[in-house]
């Protein structure tokens, strides 16, 4: 088996998402911990789908429509604001992972 390169690696990346209209969150935020106590707002650095957003002011703000689930927030956000509920596989969301 030829090993890949990391671009034809994550171009096997595939995410299956609900439409927009079926939405339900997986994952809460409390983002008045982001904006009180949050030392460092690392989701809004970390997050590749560009979730977490911080305007002008320096205020966490964040959408859950386009997350592509892939954890990066709950294993990043370290002030107990980031609170993920599984999503039921069933409904076909998500990151598909191949080849570990």
Not at 17 to 22: F, H, P, R, T, V
Not at 32 to 58: F, L, Q, R
Not at 69 to 78: F, L
Request: proline share 5%; with cysteine.
């Amino acid at each position: 088996m030829k090993l890949l390169d990391l671009t034809e690696r994550l171009g096997l990346v595939s995410y299956r998402n609900q439409a927009k209209s079926d939405i339900k969150p997986h994952i809460t935020v409390d983002t008045d911990i982001c904006n009180s106590t949050c030392p460092h707002k690392c989701t809004t650095y970390v997050c590749p789908a560009n979730c977490y957003t911080m305007d002008e002011n320096g205020d966490v703000h964040f959408q859950v429509e386009d997350c592509i689930e892939c954890g990066t927030c709950m294993y990043a956000c370290d002030q107990g604001a980031v609170d993920w509920n599984y999503p039921d596989p069933e409904t076909g969301r998500g990151v598909t992972w191949n080849f570990g």
